[in-house]
């Protein structure tokens, strides 16, 4: 994966937007240890950092590697300049070779979640038929209103969000028109019902 980033195109994130960063991508912390840099104790922290775990806090840090705030400042930079050359230089430092599909049905009924592993990606419009859970979730049959891929640890995450009926390319217009003219709140749009949503956009475009 090639992505350009320039570490000098913008001032130095703050330590903890840093460490987020870092810890998102820790098969960088890898490639980069080891390299002679002064830093190398801190990849070792960052690589144990769990997913719910915080955060290091820089006076900690400080008090553990006996070093001033100044020199941790430099350290940190340092990493995170490195790391940016890293993702835009070397094209396999970042790989994210293991594929997991997450499925959510958004049902009239129940809420339905399950993971699984496709060779295929099911695309926004297209229908989707999952008879394994319709006693459960109420239909078997569903329609793709939104495709996410997240990209973390190794892997690509592709959350697909599965709604019932089929696909309704005019209520999807009139969905990106309330947004673009922000005639909805977004949390609406992502996180409402369909019923709520459509009962909105009646009103702001009475005409369709």
């Known amino acids: 994966m090639r992505i350009s980033a320039d570490p000098n195109s913008k001032t130095p994130p703050r330590m903890k937007d840093a460490f987020l960063d870092l810890c998102y991508a820790k098969p960088v912390l890898h490639w980069l240890k080891g390299r002679g840099k002064p830093y190398d104790a801190l990849i070792e922290v960052l690589l144990k950092i769990g997913e719910e775990d ?15 705030s100044a020199v941790l400042r430099r350290w940190v930079t340092l990493l ?8 835009a230089e070397e094209t396999d430092v970042l790989q994210f070779p293991a ?28 229908e989707v038929e999952v008879p394994f859970l319709q006693r459960y979730a109420g239909s078997g049959r569903y329609h793709v209103n939104r495709v996410v891929h997240r990209y973390e640890e190794g892997r690509t995450i592709i959350t697909v969000w599965l709604q019932t009926g089929q696909y309704n390319q005019h ?5 990106d ?10 949390r609406t749009l992502i996180m409402g019902n369909r019923y709520e949503i459509e ?3 009646r009103e702001e475009y009475p005409n369709g």
Request: proline share 6%; with cysteine; net charge negative.
């Open 54 to 68: 915080p955060l290091p806090v820089g006076k900690d840090l400080q008090q553990q590697f006996s070093l001033t």
């Open 80 to 87: 995170h300049e490195d790391f940016l050359s890293a993702i």
């Open 199 to 201: 009962k909105i956009l």
């Open 99 to 126: 594929v997991e599909h997450h499925f959510l049905i958004e049902d009239f009924a129940n809420q339905a979640f399950f993971t699984c592993r496709l060779p295929v990606t099911p695309r926004v419009g297209e």
């Open 177 to 186: 028109r309330a947004d673009f003219e922000k005639a909805i709140d977004f």
């Open 171 to 175: 209520y999807e217009y009139l969905k």
